[in-house]
């Protein structure tokens, strides 16, 4: 039986007003997050502040270290929410398999080095190398975004990884693209990148069969 105690006390919030409320702020946090990247690409680490992403998020400085309190913390969840979206949108191109397609898949791996992601965590990778706070998370996110996309790889080449050189040689195409990377920051090198895609591709149908 109930005694109806308790039953006019209210939390003031409904869930109704809460779902709203947490749908805000998750807006929030991705145009920050995306906003760093951008900055970060276009500006590098000694012009991307917080305070300079937060205008470019068109929000307050308060609402942005709300949710990343420090710079380190902003711009490594940037990298790595960016990071993780190109990972998505790489498996998304080929969402039944690359159908042995092993050059259009070599081609859509070089474009994730070629793009504003890459630029962005060139600068964050440079500054970490003279930050000694930034340098851990920087090195772990690395490794991280490393396997996952050597995973990708993998599993869109279709290599068998007890073949012996397969792993090496699937290694040594994600090296080469971040050579290719870091040449198409200085200048637009898309014909010398064609070939080379089309080269790897061939190296790879001799390697993994």
């Excluded at 970060?40 to 300079?52: D, F, H, K, Q």
């Excluded at 998505?88 to 992601?117: E, K, N």
């Amino acid at each position: 039986m109930s005694t109806g105690v308790g039953t006019g006390v209210s939390t003031g919030v409904s869930t109704t007003e809460r779902a709203p409320k947490q749908d805000r702020s998750r807006a929030t946090r991705q145009r920050l997050l995306e906003a760093a990247v951008a900055c970060l690409a276009e500006r590098g680490w000694a012009g991307s502040t917080v305070a300079v992403v937060a205008e470019r998020a068109g929000v307050s400085r308060g609402a942005a270290q709300h949710h990343f309190p420090t710079r380190e913390d902003l711009f490594t969840a940037a990298v790595e929410y960016v990071a993780e979206e190109r990972s998505t949108a790489l498996r998304a191109l080929f969402p039944q398999g690359a159908a042995g397609d092993r050059r259009a898949v070599v081609s859509a791996l070089v474009d994730l080095y070629t793009g504003p992601l890459f630029r962005a965590a060139l600068h964050l990778w440079v500054a970490a190398s003279n930050e000694d706070q930034l340098r851990p998370r920087v090195t772990e996110l690395e490794a991280r975004v490393g396997r996952e996309t050597h995973r990708i790889a993998v599993d869109l080449l279709a290599a068998d990884e007890t073949r012996p050189g397969a792993r090496e040689t699937v290694q040594g195409l994600l090296d080469m693209a971040r050579g290719l990377g870091l040449a198409n920051l200085l200048t637009d090198d898309r014909a010398r990148r064609e070939r080379v895609v089309t080269q790897w591709a061939l190296l790879l149908e001799e390697t993994l069969g």
